[in-house]
């Protein structure tokens, strides 16, 4: 079974600057799709971004970007220009891209709490 | 937004009684799950379905009934309330892109005294 290991259970950034928060899965598997999820005090689970496997080119979504190594099974997040409103529980998820045998499902990591320090 | 409706939000219940919560969807997805969040776990996957009548079991599935009779309702049933399973509920649907994120309704707290 696929596995999601967040190291850093708290992180802090000072505004503007820049915060990675890490992420690495256990899989067997060649082809799959990996995401960050963010999770603000009002409880709502937000998709940040998110990367297919078989895309060598690191996804980015304005501020967030991603770097994914392949071959060392990491998917780190990178917060540019930290913004108070990014004070969150941040989510890594892993999910196979064979769909059958139960595999239409996201595994969750144990998350990582981001303070924004003003 | 993802039409994703859970009731109730918010629920307290004593240990043994049953307790149903309820997930509706109006955008005819056809894969839905409930999971579970607590500190220092995550999210952990209860139950999914990926048709009417068709459901599956997910990591933590003790003392977890779903039911899906129609396309819009998976319903999460606790027949006999633990104090363990005191936690936030969240349903979640499959979206319709190739990468198939999952889109989470707003989450139910339930407490078991």
């Known amino acids: 079974a696929q596995t999601v290991t967040q190291s850093q259970p708290e992180m802090s950034v000072q505004e503007a600057e820049t915060v990675t928060l890490s992420c690495t899965y256990d899989?067997?598997?060649?082809?799959?799709?990996l995401f960050w999820y963010k999770q603000p005090p009002s409880r709502q689970m937000i998709l940040v971004i998110r990367?297919?496997?078989?895309?060598?080119q690191n996804a980015t979504e304005n501020r967030f970007s991603v770097n994914f190594q392949k071959a060392a099974k990491s998917f780190s997040l990178k917060i540019s220009d930290s913004q108070l409103g990014d004070a969150a529980m941040y989510f890594c998820?892993?999910?196979?891209?064979?769909?059958?045998?139960?595999?239409?499902?996201?595994?969750f990591g144990k998350g990582t709490k981001l303070t924004v320090n003003p | 937004d993802a039409g994703i409706t859970q009731s109730p939000r918010h629920k307290v219940t004593e240990t043994g009684t049953p307790v149903t919560l309820r997930c509706h969807q109006t955008?005819?997805?056809?894969?839905m799950y409930w999971y579970r969040q607590d500190p220092g776990h995550g999210l952990r996957l209860i139950h999914y379905s990926y048709g009417v009548k068709d459901t599956d079991k997910g990591e933590v599935s003790d003392g977890y009934s779903v039911s899906r009779s129609k396309t819009e309702d998976f319903l999460l049933t606790l027949e006999s309330a633990t104090s363990s399973q005191t936690s936030v509920y969240f349903c979640a649907i499959k979206g319709q892109g190739g990468t198939g994120e999952l889109f989470f309704g707003e989450g139910s707290r339930l407490t078991v005294l």
């Open positions: 955008e005819n997805h056809r894969y």
């Open positions: 998820a892993y999910r196979s891209a064979w769909t059958q045998g139960g595999s239409e499902k996201l595994v």
């Open positions: 899989t067997s598997e060649s082809d799959y799709y």
């Open positions: 990367q297919e496997a078989y895309k060598q």
